[in-house]
C-alpha cells in the first residue's frame, strides 16, 4: 500500500537518506528555494521555472525533487514523480550537475532513492523515459537494475537537428525502462 504520509514527513521534517561510495557519503535531501541559484547555474533553465519547479514538488504529495549532496557541495539532483495508489511512481530528472563527487555517488543515490520509494513509500516498481541515442544513459540505469519495457518515438518537441547546415529536424526514440524493488534488491 503506498504511504503518501512519508512523502510529507520526509520534506517537513527535513530528512536526509545518506548512501555511501567507496570513498565518501551521499546526503539526499528535499530541494528548497535556496537551491534556485544551483539549479539555474547547474541547467541554465530560466530562475522562475526553476522557482515554479520547486515550489510545486515542495507542495506536491506525489512527487520529490531530490538534492544529492557530498561532502565537496550539491552534485545532482533527482526527481521521483506521478507517485500513484496502485504502486508506481516515475523518474523524470536524473541529473549529475558537478563533478563534485566520488565515482559511484549517481550509482549510489539513485539506489537508495529507489530503496526509499519501494520500502518507505511502498511501490511496486519505478519507471524512466531515456533517449534510445543515450548509451551512457542506458547503461547507468541498466547497472541499477532498471530494464528496458518498450521503445517508443519522442514527441516532436524532442527532435534534434542531425546537420547544422539543415532545417530538417530527426525525431528521437525514447526507450521506457523500469525498476522492481525485487530487481533492485538482486543487484
Not at 504520509?5 to 528555494?33: D, G, Q
Not at 515550489?55 to 545532482?76: D, N, P, Q, V, W
Not at 559511484?104 to 520509494?117: C, D, P, Q
Not at 524512466?128 to 519522442?154: E, H, R
Amino acid at each position: 500500500m503506498v504511504n503518501l504520509e512519508v512523502i510529507a514527513k520526509y520534506k517537513k521534517e527535513n530528512i536526509f537518506l545518506t548512501a555511501k561510495t567507496n570513498s565518501e557519503e551521499v546526503r539526499i535531501r528535499s530541494a528548497k528555494l535556496e537551491d534556485i541559484p544551483w539549479l539555474h547555474q547547474s541547467s541554465s533553465i530560466d530562475p522562475g521555472v526553476l522557482r515554479n519547479t520547486v515550489e510545486y514538488f515542495s507542495k506536491s504529495t506525489r512527487a520529490i525533487m531530490f538534492i544529492l549532496e557530498s561532502e565537496y557541495g550539491r552534485f545532482g539532483e533527482m526527481s521521483l514523480t506521478n507517485i500513484c495508489d496502485r504502486g508506481t511512481g516515475e523518474y523524470i530528472w536524473v541529473r549529475r550537475m558537478s563533478k563534485n563527487i566520488a565515482k559511484g555517488g549517481m550509482t549510489v543515490s539513485l539506489k537508495e532513492i529507489s530503496r526509499f520509494a519501494f520500502e518507505e513509500i511502498g511501490l511496486e516498481n519505478l519507471t524512466l523515459n531515456v533517449f534510445a541515442d543515450n548509451q551512457k544513459a542506458l547503461d547507468f540505469y541498466s547497472k541499477t537494475g532498471f530494464i528496458a519495457k518498450k521503445t517508443s518515438l519522442a514527441p516532436e518537441y524532442d527532435a534534434v537537428t542531425k546537420n547544422k547546415n539543415s532545417k530538417e529536424k530527426t525525431r528521437r526514440y525514447l526507450i521506457t525502462m523500469e525498476l522492481t524493488k525485487e530487481r533492485l534488491i538482486s543487484q
